[in-house]
């Protein structure tokens, strides 16, 4: 807690404290009377009059504080009371900073609640205070301000008067006067003054009250302690006007009193005289009681409202107290004589019973009893409520109990543990005995684990948490902690236990506690155990049948790559029709082989979820004719009708995948024309659903065999077959059909088909794409347009392979270089320049990825410009693809090398930099100023795009870093870049991040080329 500073007139107040003379002295009934006032009226548990010296907090009379004489000044917090003039009040201690960590707030009592109004001496100094504080965070109503006001101005007139009275000892002459005087008005006090409430029955001198109202009083008895007991008797005799102020002042205070009395409306305040009869009864009394005052005062006792059972049986009950019988017609004076708390039932004048909870204690005047007081506040629905509190507490204790499966803890705001349920006392071996009460839930946990979490907050906060946070942060954030923790039971053993920790919160939304639900997870920890030890035994074997399929992939494309190539070269060059046929049948084995190997090959990768799809725009009319031309010889062999239909709804542009989408319908033409002797295969693309969610429907359908039904359901299923018998006529490894539907339903559709026996059959496929904007994918320009020779290097260790890509090369009018390892391809790289590489990976002195890596860092010290690598590997998986990408290749040839792939990768390489076709165009329709502004724009805008892919990339944005090289694409076209729109067109085609650098990497290469070239000048 922060001490209260001393105030301005700290001096001067503790001597008007000291003149007092009233520290520690002894308890005074006519002080406690007011503190029982204050605690009934306010509705405190707790209330204090306190005087405040250099060191302390004195409490002269407490209710709710039993057995504290004194609190430290440091600890005072009517200390902070003393420093201003009205009341001060504290809603909730626990909000304020200047009290948090005060003793009553963190224990005992644990006040939440705190007011207090300032009491001053005769001379006007704040020397102490009168306060109440409650449990319960709550204010201060108008009324109840007042109460406290008045209350503590008649703190000080008791202060007053007994300084006063010690002043006026002296003069035992003047002692005389005043008594004379005081028998006098207190025989008219007696005849109504508050309804019967007399003088003495206040239990204070009420004339020595009012004698310090008069400053020429307090003047007189000044002098009186200064010049002797005679000339101050004689000084105070003459003062006959300030001894009638005096009575003046004594009416003020009865009506003051009276306005206390009757402002307390839920609280009953009844005084008797000593025959028991009712003297004072005020408004809150009427309401409990449902009497009025005048039927009461002077006419009933208290035990009116107790029966003469209720009578009889407080007397019991007091004579068990006193240990002595106790007559029923003195029970209330006894009563008041011991003073105490007690619980009545009450009967109203209507009949029904109230519980009430009465403050009883005895009048006294002259040092004799001269009546009762009882302050009572009606209890029933507390009453009530605590029952029906207790019954569901029992209630929910027998279902904590019942839930044995899983443990219930239930602590207080400060973690001490109130509740323990049998789950919880099963799960950790403690009894609830041992536990509630005892130890805090943090207890049972492992303390590692703790330390573990405090430096992980403690990282993230920049500051050492507190233990509530380490273990209920998103409790104290507003929601729940759910969270796995080790605890340890009680005889050492550990247990993993999933722990869901939730807030106890009070009025007002303040936190008085958690409850934590304990589950024991040792049987999930198993199971996940035991799921991981599977999951890395499945991920182990997917990894070596990975690796086997890269290793049989490697060791059959490499000698297929040699036997293609050499095929297609003599294919080529023979001229003698019966070699031709047998060449074609040799080429037409191996690429059989060479197909099957693709569909291992792409099954594993559909089976690992990396099937890569395409997003671009193509002709479906030229992707379908494509496929249909690929077979068509086949099918002419077999004397069939092999035929294609276009609806004329077919848009002219359609957005996927290409190249996958072309190798379902080449797999479904492909068994199309495998299972038809005779007739026709016929492949139909149209438009179906509706016309604001259009789908593409593609079937092939042929006059074959047909297929049994039994037979359908098999089709579509891996490694299976219509006819798996040992004399099937067809062969095939029945891969097909099961990657075509991957590919299918990867692109969102849905593939079938309709059959019957010996009527042939229609496999159909339906692909929601949506329309393309008309700019192509393949943007880069052929190699015939430019018709300029490559200068290329051939990296490759495997003799034949080097050999015949040299031929093949160079039967397409390039010049080649060729070198059997890495260090000699650097070796010639760094003697030459090549406008191609192909680098093969694998070789042994140094491989194709060391190779390119020391090729890029090369080019960087250097900043030369980028060389075009493309990996001439036989290794075909997609860890293979991304090992390429990351070394800084360009592209990846998969051996055996497609035609049509190596076409595309020579002709990019080829294609100048500025396409002149289209240069001229621009000239022609923009004229040479207009071109010169147009490619001006275009750099600049190049520049943008070019930032915008960069930091797509570096925050990992396919979104953004499409759009950016989606804009850049047609902007090259515009603009006559052409080899900047196919670098462009290639990075949206990408995936996976090493690909996508490599790309981004690529096109920056090209517009760094487009920069250092001029554009071709007219001719």
């Not at 705190?114 to 009324?143: E, F, K, M, T």
Request: neutral net charge; charged residues 30%; hydrophobic residues 45%.
């Amino acid at each position: 807690m922060k001490p209260a500073p001393p105030p301005d007139d700290e001096a001067e107040r503790l001597l008007s404290l000291r003149a007092l003379q009233v520290l520690d002295t002894p308890p005074e009934e006519r002080f406690d009377r007011l503190a029982r006032l204050a605690q009934s009226v306010l509705g405190a548990p707790i209330a204090l009059i306190s005087l405040i010296d250099e060191r302390r907090q004195w409490i002269k009379s407490g209710r709710g504080l039993d057995g504290v004489g004194e609190i430290a000044r440091e600890q005072s917090l009517c200390a902070y009371a003393i420093l201003q003039d009205g009341v001060m009040e504290v809603p909730d201690l626990s909000c304020d900073e200047r009290f948090l960590d005060h003793p009553l707030v963190g224990g005992g009592p644990r006040a939440r609640f705190y007011a207090a109004c300032p009491i001053h001496s005769p001379d006007g100094r704040r020397v102490g205070a009168l306060c109440v504080a409650d449990p319960r965070p709550r204010a201060l109503s108008a009324r109840e301000r007042d109460a406290l006001k008045d209350l503590a101005a008649l703190a000080e007139d008791e202060l007053a008067a007994s300084a006063l009275g010690r002043s006026l000892s002296l003069s035992e002459a003047f002692e005389r006067q005043f008594r004379r005087r005081r028998r006098a008005r207190a025989k008219r006090q007696r005849r109504g003054v508050l309804a019967g409430f007399s003088a003495a029955a206040l239990g204070a001198p009420l004339a020595a009250l009012a004698a310090r109202a008069s400053a020429a009083w307090g003047a007189a008895a000044a002098a009186a302690a200064a010049a002797g007991a005679a000339a101050a008797a004689a000084a105070a005799l003459r003062d006959i006007e300030s001894r009638r102020d005096a009575e003046e002042r004594t009416d003020w205070l009865n009506a003051r009193l009276r306005a206390i009395l009757d402002s307390a409306k839920d609280v009953a305040i009844i005084a008797t005289d000593l025959s028991g009869m009712i003297t004072i009864y005020n408004a809150g009394a009427e309401k409990m009681f449902g009497y009025r005052a005048e039927e009461v005062i002077g006419r009933l006792t208290p035990a009116a409202f107790m029966g003469a059972e209720g009578v009889a049986a407080h007397a019991r009950e007091l004579g068990r107290r006193l240990g002595r019988e106790v007559s029923q017609a003195r029970v209330f004076m006894e009563t008041a004589r011991v003073g105490g708390e007690f619980e009545w039932v009450c009967r109203r004048k209507d009949g029904s019973r109230r519980v009430v909870g009465v403050s009883m204690a005895g009048l006294a005047y002259g040092g004799r009893l001269s009546g009762t007081l009882a302050i009572g506040r009606d209890v029933t629905e507390q009453r009530r409520a605590e029952e029906e509190s207790a019954r569901s507490a029992e209630r929910l204790r027998a279902v904590f109990d019942a839930s044995t499966a899983s443990g219930i803890i239930v602590s207080d705001a400060e973690g001490m543990v109130r509740l323990f349920n049998a789950g919880a006392q099963r799960l950790l071996g403690y009894s609830a005995e041992e536990v509630v009460g005892r130890v805090s839930g943090a207890a049972f946990h492992d303390r590692a684990e703790i330390e573990a979490r405090a430096a992980e907050l403690a990282r993230e906060f920049g500051r050492p948490p507190t233990e509530a946070e380490i273990l209920a942060r998103g409790v104290l954030s507003g929601g729940i902690e759910d969270r796995e923790w080790t605890y340890v039971r009680k005889d050492g053993g550990r247990v993993p236990v999933r722990v869901v920790l939730t807030a106890i919160r009070g009025p007002g939304g303040a936190l008085e506690g958690f409850v934590g639900v304990v589950s024991d997870m040792s049987a999930q920890r198993r199971a996940r155990e035991e799921i991981a030890r599977a999951r890395d035994m499945a991920v182990e074997a997917a990894a070596a049948k990975s690796r086997f399929l890269a290793n049989v992939s490697h060791e059959i494309r490499t000698p297929m790559n040699a036997i293609l190539g050499l095929t297609g070269l003599l294919f080529d060059e023979e001229r003698d029709a019966d070699k031709r046929e047998r060449l074609g049948l040799v080429r037409s084995a191996a690429e059989a082989l060479l197909t099957l190997m693709n569909d291992v090959i792409d099954f594993s990768r559909a089976e690992a979820g990396e099937l890569r799809l395409a997003e671009e725009d193509f002709d479906p009319r030229e992707m379908i004719a494509r496929a249909v031309d690929l077979l068509a010889p086949r099918a002419r062999d077999k004397g069939l009708a092999l035929s294609r239909e276009f609806s004329a709804d077919l848009p002219a542009r359609l957005r996927g995948d290409p190249a996958r989408l072309r190798q379902v319908l080449v797999n479904l033409i492909s068994n199309a024309v495998k299972f038809t002797d005779a007739g026709f295969v016929r492949v139909v693309a149209r438009r179906t659903g509706e016309a604001a969610r259009p789908a593409w429907r593609i079937e092939v359908g042929d006059s074959g065999v047909g297929i049994p039904p039994q037979a359908l359901s098999r089709l579509f299923v891996s490694f299976s077959q219509v006819d798996s018998s040992a004399t099937r006529r067809h062969q095939g490894a029945g891969l097909g059909l099961a990657i075509s539907r991957q590919l299918v339903e990867r692109m969102g559709g849905r593939i079938g088909v309709d059959s019957e026996v010996g009527k042939g059959s229609v496999f159909w496929l339906e692909l929601p794409l949506i329309e393309g904007d008309g700019a192509t994918a393949a943007a880069a320009p052929a190699r015939a347009e430019s018709g300029r020779a490559l200068r290329v290097l051939v990296v490759e260790d495997n003799d034949v392979n080097r050999r015949v890509i040299e031929l093949t090369l160079r039967r397409l009018g390039h010049s080649v270089e060729s070198a059997a390892g890495g260090r000699e391809a650097l070796e010639a790289l760094a003697s030459a320049s090549f406008d191609l590489v192909l680098m093969d990976g694998q070789m042994p002195d140094m491989d194709g990825w060391e190779a390119t890596r020391e090729l890029r860092r090369r080019e960087a010290a250097a900043s030369a410009a980028r060389t075009l690598v493309a990996a001439l590997t036989a290794d075909a998986m997609p860890e293979d693809r991304r090992r390429c990408f990351e070394a800084g290749m360009d592209e990846v040839l998969t051996k055996p090398v497609r035609a049509e792939e190596l076409a595309r990768v020579l002709d990019g390489a080829a294609a100048p930099v500025w396409d002149a076709a289209a240069l001229a165009r621009l000239r022609e329709l923009a004229g040479e100023r207009g071109l010169g502004e147009i490619l001006a724009r275009f750099r600049r805008d190049a520049d943008a795009y070019a930032r915008a892919m960069s930091d797509a990339v570096r925050v990992e944005d396919a979104a953004a870093l499409s759009r950016a090289a989606h804009a850049l694409k047609g902007a090259a076209l515009s603009a006559a870049a052409a080899r900047v729109a196919a670098a462009c067109a290639r990075l949206q085609e990408s995936g996976g991040r090493a690909e996508t650098r490599a790309r981004l990497a690529r096109v920056q290469a090209e517009l760094e080329a487009l920069r250092r070239t001029e554009p071709p000048a007219p001719v």
